[in-house]
């Protein structure tokens, strides 16, 4: 039986070594949280809390986040007892929605029992591969010039697939002009839900450039017209904000809203839901693949450790911290070479928190409980 006494949390904030842009922000830096979860006899476990700072990606925000941590979450994980992380994640699912906090507390969990069980996080999940490939997302650029040498850079350093993120007006332009550089990459676009059913004379075009799916097209509840839009096209239709909940995993296979599934660690609330999420996505024999939302090494880590089950047939979009990151939060970086990460075989999520570090970029500490015994202090 495992009792959590502590949890510290910390907003910690890292520059981006190039600017991110969907259709909707760009940034210069991030701020996510980390979650240390510490029992009675001093382990401590982390995670992350990976949300952007603003609500267009999901509702959540870095400010909502660390709000309900404090006054729902924290509260509901000290003193409760647990023999596996899933039982904790059923005490985190009393909060409905939220599941980008949430996740950052069901990842230490899941931490701290593979580390106290003396397994690697990836066994523990479930999964079975020593490496998994990887593949970039890149952003929109301000020409299809510097799009074209971000894609140069990361096919050179060996990355297997490339992700182009799109919106009405960068769409059929750039993605034609990679694709004419690149005849062979592996190649697919993420509209993160910019384009309605008027749109779909643009999107017949994409579907003649051998992408290897189209990721959210339409509004993340919009399952019906992505049902409508899949049976019109060969490319396989993706779905990332569509799916949060189990459920909606459900109604979407059901109704045929898309072939292929991204499985993010936050949007679905944690490694339990990831899992769940994969298991299912298997029974109907939808390939799934991790999706990242720009992770420190703490979340990063933990993607890695998901990317291993034997359902993540496509590459991630988990590639090295140095895409995004000079210095990471974890003493070691996660590093792809060739466009594969190795998967820890130490017991535990594989990667140590850089105390020093951490505490150089904490911009907000919260302890709860009994604080932590050994780690960091700012
Ligand atoms: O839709 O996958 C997305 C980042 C922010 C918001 C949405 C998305 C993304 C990414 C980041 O594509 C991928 C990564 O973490 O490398
Ligand atoms: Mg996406």
């Known amino acids: 039986m495992t009792r959590i006494v502590g949890v510290e949390m910390r907003r910690v904030r890292l520059p981006l070594v190039h600017e991110f842009q969907t259709s909707s922000h760009a940034k210069r830096s991030l701020e996510h949280i980390l979650v240390a979860l510490t029992t009675a006899d001093g382990a401590t476990g982390w995670g992350e809390i990976a949300s952007p700072s603003g609500p267009f990606y999901s509702a959540e925000t870095v400010d909502s ?104 007006g960068w769409d059929v332009e750039p993605v034609r002009a990679v694709r004419s550089a690149y005849p062979s990459v592996p190649l697919h676009v993420d509209a993160n839900g910019a384009y309605t059913p008027a749109h779909l004379p643009v999107l017949r075009e994409l579907d003649t450039l051998g992408l290897l799916m189209i990721e959210q097209p339409y509004a993340p509840r919009a399952l019906v017209d992505l049902a409508g839009l899949q049976a019109s096209l060969a490319t396989p239709v993706c779905l990332d904000e569509s799916v949060e909940e189990l459920d909606d995993l459900v109604t979407a296979l059901r109704l045929g809203s898309g072939r292929i599934l991204n499985i993010k660690v936050s949007r679905m609330g944690g490694l339990t839901a990831a899992v769940r999420a994969h298991a299912l996505a298997a029974e109907h024999g939808v390939p799934v693949w991790c999706g990242g939302m720009h992770e420190f090494g703490i979340g990063r880590a933990a993607n890695v450790a998901l990317c291993a ?70």
């Open 65 to 168: 986040c660390w709000a309900v941590a404090r006054s729902h979450l924290a509260p509901l994980v000290l003193g409760a007892d647990w023999d596996h992380p899933s039982e904790l994640a059923a005490v985190l699912g009393r909060v409905r929605g939220n599941h980008f906090a949430r996740a950052g507390f069901d990842m230490a969990a899941w931490s701290l029992w593979s580390a106290q069980h003396g397994v690697p996080l990836a066994a523990a999940l479930g999964g079975t591969r020593a490496t998994v490939e990887a593949g970039v997302s890149l952003g929109i650029e301000p020409t299809v010039d510097a799009l074209l040498a971000q894609v140069a850079q990361r096919v050179g350093e060996g990355y297997r697939r490339v992700k182009l993120k799109i919106a009405p």
């Open 309 to 378: 089950l034997p359902g993540f047939t496509l590459p991630s979009d988990v590639s090295g911290s140095d895409k995004y990151y000079a210095r990471d939060v974890t003493t070691e970086p996660i590093v792809a070479v060739d466009g594969l990460v190795s998967v820890p075989s130490a017991a535990g999520l594989g990667r140590e928190p850089d105390a020093d570090f951490i505490a150089a970029g904490t911009v907000d500490r919260l302890v709860l409980g009994a604080g932590p015994r050994r780690g960091c202090s700012a």
